[in-house]
């Protein structure tokens, strides 16, 4: 079992940063690839962001290439979303989620590989 706790959320100006953390229970966290997640009230929950298990690939989402940085840090088992340049659009829940299996990294863009999904944490971005 992993157990992930978001925090970092807040308000904040249209151009402006956050970083996200996402902190995880278990002593496996490194074989975990991770992925960030958003919702949007009345929207689909739409990808971010991920990063593999050895934290050699990194891909995003076209709405926040270029903007948005995902990082991990194993000996903290702590994922980080970096996000800057923000906009209004970005406004939701932000959710962290962890995925054990091994799979061709282009279904990470989608929520059935991970396998533990955090609560949450609003994001903010007042235009």
């Known amino acids: 079992q992993v157990q992930l706790v978001e925090s970092g959320g807040g308000l904040v100006q249209a151009g402006g940063s956050l970083r996200l953390s996402c902190a995880a229970s278990g002593r496996t966290f490194s074989s975990y690839a991770m992925g960030w997640f958003r919702q949007a009230p009345g929207k689909e929950r739409e990808f971010v962001a991920f990063i593999n298990w050895s934290a050699s690939i990194t891909y995003y989402a076209d709405s926040v290439k270029g903007r948005f940085t995902i990082s991990r840090d194993d000996g903290k088992n702590t994922v980080y979303l970096q996000m800057n340049g923000l906009k209004h659009e970005d406004t939701a829940v932000y959710y962290c989620?962890?995925?054990?299996?091994?799979?061709?990294?282009?279904?990470?863009?989608?929520?059935?590989?991970?396998?533990?999904w955090g609560q949450g944490t609003q994001v903010t971005v007042s235009s």
């Open positions: 989620a962890a995925g054990g299996g091994r799979y061709p990294i282009s279904y990470y863009s989608k929520p059935g590989p991970y396998d533990y």
